[in-house]
């Protein structure tokens, strides 16, 4: 059918830049470099893997990255001491810690121990205060994949206001967050978890479904109805085999929390996976940085 | 039916109570008495009289109640003074700003501007934050009201986890923090506001309602399961008539959201208005007050 849509991260990415790149241009003109100082603890594969993407994109905008990587078994004391030499050196805009961080280390404290206004993943408390209350004259920040998520509904010029939205997963890097940001759209936003119940006819009666639970293609065809709009967050690897030159592979393939090819007929616009939700998300995480320099710290 | 159950704010409050008085008289044996330090602006009639309830109360508990009554055109920077010096006395446990202000204050300044430690009402960005991201750890407050609702749960033994909760209202006060509240009990939780469509058939299918959306007896017999519980927060003024002595009398009556009479057969558990939610957020801002001054301020 002609009249679905196909919502692709790389055009709602690349309206995103087109806003940016000219107010990197005026901060340039007065001598400031947005920089983004990013802590990565350990050697995780997929968390190196997010930062070398961060990193690459920053600098084919000419932003700045700077990675300091720490060692697996650090300290909360080393970890706090490291952010507050951040927070004090003026000429880094942005920290980001990467997220998941090992054990020993106190992630709440250590996320509320950047400073508010350089916390351009928008996990400090603060922040979701903020974000809890509206509160936009503050300027805050919020969790990058959230705001991923209402970039996709502006560009496709969606307007949440008055929609039924089911929100699936609660976590404070998505499901919540968005939650908040839908509402402060006046959407009707219901929050869906491990413990609801009866989640098939919850999402069958949504007009927009974003999903972050997590779980390979949990969300079927019958699911969804004709005129709704999936956004789907779940990053998920799932084993596949596949026959190449006659013979039978095992591959590993990369898919979100909704059955892209059983929704995709029957809904009316969804994101892929791969190609959704996460190239807009590095997109954010820039107009963070810029929003940053702007705002917090206008001279250098 | 002898099965359905009247939710009775004396009794929740009166179990509140209980649990606090042994703790105020551990804090006596301290030498510490709880003092709440409330400021009302102006002398709006149901301003004035919750603050005297608030003030009684407080006072039949052992506990000290101040009162700064301030001028209907007091400006920013008094009060943002006048919240400092509280805030620096050690002697004051609790500061409450009766709410609204008039209409030159910036209410989210002001509110912002108090302790959170000794934010007792819970509107602080901080305390809200640490709502949204349920740091338990952090012995944070949450607004009253929404708690009150929450304690009418827990004193009735009704377990909100899985269950479907409906609520009306998105406000500060009370919408958005009872809603918080509950997805922290792991409740697949329904925000509705003036944008919501279909809002009947939304509460047909709750386990539980709560309602706080000013509008009198506006949720009727039909708009609820016969195992719903709900809890009404509406406080609603109506004129009726009255037959007195054989004269037609027209007065004021104060009813909830709900169209008690209506809904009260048809539904599992209610609360009435009055006797309902009322009492039970002056028992929460009471133990509010002792946890301050248990947790914060434990030497004098």
């Known amino acids: 059918m002609t009249n679905r849509l ?7 990415a690349n309206g995103i830049y087109e806003s940016i790149i000219p107010r990197i241009q005026v901060l340039k003109e007065k001598n400031i470099i947005p920089k983004l100082q990013v802590i990565i603890v350990g050697e995780r594969p997929d968390s190196m893997m997010y930062v070398r993407m961060k990193k690459k994109k920053a600098e084919s905008l000419g932003l700045i990255t700077e990675i300091k990587y ?31 961080l090992p054990i020993q280390l106190d992630t709440n404290n250590i996320l509320d ?33 959230a ?12 307007n949440p206001r008055g929609k039924d939205v089911v929100i699936i997963g609660a976590s404070r890097v998505i499901g919540l967050p968005v939650s908040l940001l839908l509402l402060n759209r006046r959407a009707t936003i219901t929050i869906c978890h491990s413990a609801t ?76 996976v791969p190609g959704g939700v996460g190239p807009v998300t590095i997109a954010v995480l820039m107009k963070h940085l810029v929003k940053s320099a702007e705002l917090y710290y206008p001279t250098n």
Chains 1, 2 share one sequence.
Not at 80 to 88: A, K, R
Not at 122 to 139: E, I, M
Not at 147 to 158: G, M, N, R, W
Not at 218 to 224: A, F, L, N, T
């Open 147 to 158: 705001v991923a998520c209402l970039e996709f509904l502006d560009h496709y010029e969606i």
């Open 113 to 145: 121990s950047v400073n508010p206004n350089k916390d351009v993943d928008g996990f400090h408390t603060t922040n979701f205060g903020s974000l809890a209350l509206n509160q936009d004259q503050y300027g805050y920040f919020s969790p990058c994949t």
């Open 70 to 100: 720490c060692s697996s078994d650090i300290g909360n004391t080393e970890m706090l001491e490291l952010i507050s030499d951040y927070n004090n050196d003026i000429s880094i805009h942005g920290i980001l810690v990467q997220l998941p």
């Open 197 to 272: 119940k009866n989640l098939k006819e919850k999402c069958q009666m949504a007009d927009i479904i974003i999903s972050a639970c997590g779980k390979a293609q949990v969300i079927k065809g019958d699911w969804v109805k004709s005129d709704a709009i999936i956004i789907d967050v779940g990053i998920n690897s799932i084993v596949v085999e596949e026959m190449i030159n006659g013979e039978l592979k095992i591959k590993k393939k990369m898919v979100g929390d909704v059955d892209f090819d059983d929704v995709r007929e029957k809904c009316y616009a969804i994101t892929p």
């Open 6 to 12: 196909l919502l692709k991260g790389k055009d709602v």
